[in-house]
């Protein structure tokens, strides 16, 4: 889930977030929906496609997340 938000955050389609996460469609679609169930994400229409992004609460949950890993090292990045 953290990763779909990190990939949203300036905005994605749907096939851009279902590639750079590498999920399948059925995956992908359970977790935006998930996801938009509980304001992380948020859908925006732009240019008659659906557009999704991170949401304010998405962006709190992220750093949350965030350092927890780092509090239990399992944080990526060090």
């Known amino acids: 889930m953290a990763e779909i ?34 304001c992380l994400l948020k859908v925006q229409n732009e240019n008659r ?6 949401t304010a609460k998405g962006d709190k949950y992220l750093k949350k997340y965030e350092d927890i890993a780092d509090l239990l090292g399992t944080n990526e990045e060090n």
Do not use: P
């Not at 955050?9 to 590639?19: A, E, R």
């Not at 496609?49 to 991170?54: A, D, E, I």
């Open 49 to 54: 496609k659906n557009t999704y992004r991170t």
């Open 5 to 38: 938000l990190t990939i949203a955050k300036d905005g994605c389609l749907k096939t851009q977030i279902m590639y750079r996460a590498n999920l399948s469609f059925a995956q992908l679609n359970e977790y935006l929906s998930f996801l938009t169930k509980l």
